[in-house]
């Protein structure tokens, strides 16, 4: 009860701190429902049924893609600028449970970015908000929240040791978009790309909520993505460990 007391505190504190942050409402609000627009007139020549709402989907999980790498970066920083990381670390409970709750509530956030998307291209293009599976959309929805949660924490654990690590989320953001089929399809990308996708949670995320919207079998997408939810769970933890010693070693934790 500790553990879940501890992780909801931090997840709500993050969660208010965020609606106070510019940055995190142009990331989450009004950064996706640019993207949705420049698509939906890019993709609007397209006669195929369902042709908006895929643009729509996507669209929404760039923003959320943005608003988890940015903020999971951006938290530790924060921290540290306002003198918060040093204490955290100190404190009994450890340090896992301090991120990970940030890292959920970021990604969390994001989901603003996937709901304005779709009341933008219902209410400015018409789209009908029409699903397949619509339970089965309720549920990829959450499982792709949360494992691009866990990647914030995975990718958050490296923050800790590099002063500088956060300005990788600037290399990261339309690298990820492209080799994980959030607009582009797959199909039209090299061979190689393919395998580098699957090892993301974004793929498998935007697979699901697609297949549970336009119609196919999201279960498995769903399955991969928790799986892989599991697995940055378990780096992070390791990595974090890792890290953190070597920060404590260094001396490098309150470096700015």
């Known amino acids: 009860m500790r553990i879940l007391r501890l992780m909801l505190t931090g997840w709500v504190f993050t969660m208010k701190t965020n609606l106070r ?3 995190m409402i142009l990331t ?5 429902v640019i993207f949705a627009s420049i698509a939906f007139f890019m993709f609007q020549a397209g006669q195929r049924s369902g042709t908006l709402l ?9 923003g959320i893609w943005s608003t988890t790498l940015f903020s999971s970066g951006g938290s530790l920083q924060w921290w540290r600028w306002q003198g ?3 204490p955290l670390v100190a ?3 450890p340090f896992a449970l301090v991120l990970l709750p940030a890292t959920l509530a970021n990604a969390t956030y994001g989901m603003y970015a996937l709901g304005m998307t779709l009341a933008w291209g219902k209410l400015a293009f018409g789209i009908p908000l029409t699903f397949a599976h619509p339970w089965l959309f309720a549920v990829a929805v959450p499982a792709t929240i949360l494992s691009l949660g866990l990647l914030g924490f995975f990718l958050a654990s490296s923050f800790v040791l590099y002063r500088h690590a956060n300005a990788l989320s600037n ?3 339309y690298p990820v978009w492209l080799v994980t089929g959030v607009l582009v399809p797959l199909s039209l990308l090299p061979g190689w790309v393919r395998p ?4 993301l949670a974004p793929t498998w995320g935007v697979r699901a909520i697609r297949d549970s919207a336009l119609g196919g079998d999201p279960l498995p997408a769903i399955g991969m993505t928790l799986g892989l939810g599991a697995v940055y769970l378990a780096l992070g933890a390791i990595f974090l460990t890792y890290f953190m010693r070597l920060a404590r070693e260094r001396a490098t934790l309150s470096l700015t």
């Open 196 to 199: 580098i996708g699957w090892l």
């Open 28 to 32: 989450a609000v009004i950064q996706p």
């Open 171 to 173: 290399m990261l953001e």
């Open 54 to 62: 895929y643009a729509a989907i996507g669209a929404g999980l760039m």
């Open 21 to 23: 942050s510019g940055f």
């Open 84 to 86: 918060f990381l040093e």
């Open 91 to 93: 404190s009994p409970a």
